[in-house]
Nanobody
Framework: QVQLVESGGDLVQAGGSLRLSCAASGSIFSIDVMGWYRRTPGKQRELVATITPSGVTNYADAVKGRFTVSRDNSKNTAYLQMNSLKPEDTAVYLC???????????????WGQGTQVTVSS
């Protein structure tokens, strides 16, 4: 089965930067859209950024100009560069991907377990 593992979360002060990684592993044939989402206590998961295999990106208004999503298709890995972090960015950041495996003929939606980002004021 496909696994998505996030890494890079940490405790930083406002104005700092972090780079998150999402590594997909398993019997992967192809990965379509990959995305980053975040959740805070008592709130529903919200979109942060998405990226297509060709590099087309989409960002939430709250992070535009500060965050950059990228991917390395050869490594089945997505990244999220987060700059000028604010306390409001504090959340568990989760990786999402639509993946086709060698076993299955269709794409399935996979989620990582998340990595904690805490921004102090």
């Amino acid at each position: 089965q496909v696994q998505l593992v996030e890494s890079g979360g940490d405790l930083v002060q406002a104005g700092g930067s972090l780079r998150l990684s999402c590594a997909a592993s398993g019997s992967i044939f192809s990965i379509d859209v990959m995305g980053w989402y975040r959740r805070t206590p008592g709130k529903q998961r919200e979109l942060v950024a998405t990226i297509t295999p060709s590099g087309v990106t989409n960002y939430a208004d709250a992070v535009k100009g500060r965050f950059t999503v990228s991917r390395d298709n050869s490594k089945n890995t997505a990244y999220l560069q987060m700059n000028s972090l604010k306390p409001e960015d504090t959340a568990v950041y989760l990786c999402n991907a639509f993946v086709r495996t060698y076993r299955d003929g269709s794409y399935s939606d996979y989620w990582g377990q998340g990595t904690q980002v805490t921004v102090s004021s």
